[in-house]
């Protein structure tokens, strides 16, 4: 079990505040008729300019880890090239904030399960060749932590309430992603840590106010702007494992 590192309790512990304040504000949309458009004006009014807050915090911190590697001449390589990307993206992403369709959400949903769930939790699961190309892969492979992150925002979702194909395969790639975690518990646990323990409660939690709060979600489903803010703050995460992380990890 690795000792968690600063970032690590940060990004936990504003995940941790996030999912309160979504869940409280479900439950209050959904159980109480004074409080029946809070969580659609939270929506707009909070999680919006949270977004937009994630997108600074990621160029201003991939500006500074890129300039503090080559200033001192340090770092690996791919590390500096994620630095690199994550303060292009996130610049862009500043100027210009994008506004998903329900395709281009799904899309979004299957990279995120690609990239977090395939190869972050495969790297525990699956039996990597020591190559060039396998060890790269390994490099970008996102922690345990960062893949919960993912998978709280996928089951941020009316759970089938709509039925069309991109319901469907988003509700699919989401139970993919719950059942190989599971899978990766029982088989794995030493894998888990006080922080990753936590998280999978989080998760449970979470999961079981979205099911109560289904109608709600529905909703706003074509405008989700909590989803896309724990999207965001996976990445965020991801990209500071990537500026850190020591070229042997």
């Known amino acids: 079990m690795k000792k968690p590192n600063l970032y690590q309790m940060v990004l936990s512990s504003l995940f941790f505040v996030l999912f309160v304040i979504t869940a409280l ?7 109480s008729q004074s409080f029946s458009q809070f969580f659609g004006i939270l929506n707009k009014g909070f999680y919006k300019p949270l977004i937009w807050g994630f ?16 200033w001192h001449k340090e770092g690996f390589w791919l590390a500096q090239i994620a630095a690199l990307l994550g303060c292009v993206g996130f610049s862009y992403l500043c100027l210009h904030p994008p506004t998903l369709s329900l395709l281009g959400g799904f899309l979004l949903s299957l990279f995120f399960f690609i990239a977090f769930v395939v190869l972050g939790l495969g790297r525990f699961l699956l039996k990597w060749q020591e190559t060039p190309p ?8 996102p922690s345990l932590n960062t893949c919960l992150f993912f998978i709280f925002a996928s089951g941020l979702q009316s759970y089938l ?23 990766l518990l029982a088989k794995r646990p ?27 979600l529905f909703q706003v489903e074509r405008c989700n702007q909590a989803r896309l803010a724990f999207y965001v703050l996976g990445v965020l995460s ?9 070229k042997n990890a």
């Open 190 to 216: 030493h894998c888990f840590g006080l922080y990753e323990y936590t998280n999978l409660w989080v998760l449970g939690a979470g999961i079981l106010v979205f099911l109560l709060s289904a109608h709600t």
């Open 238 to 246: 991801w990209l500071v494992e990537l500026m850190f992380r020591p």
């Open 134 to 141: 396998a060890q790269v892969l390994l490099f970008f492979a």
């Open 161 to 183: 309430l709509d039925s069309s194909w991109l319901a469907l395969g988003d509700f699919s790639l989401f139970c993919m992603g719950l059942v190989w975690l599971l899978y």
């Open 55 to 70: 997108y600074l915090c990621g160029t201003v911190l991939s500006l500074v880890c890129l300039l503090r590697s080559l």
């Open 25 to 31: 504000a479900l439950l209050c949309a959904s159980f």
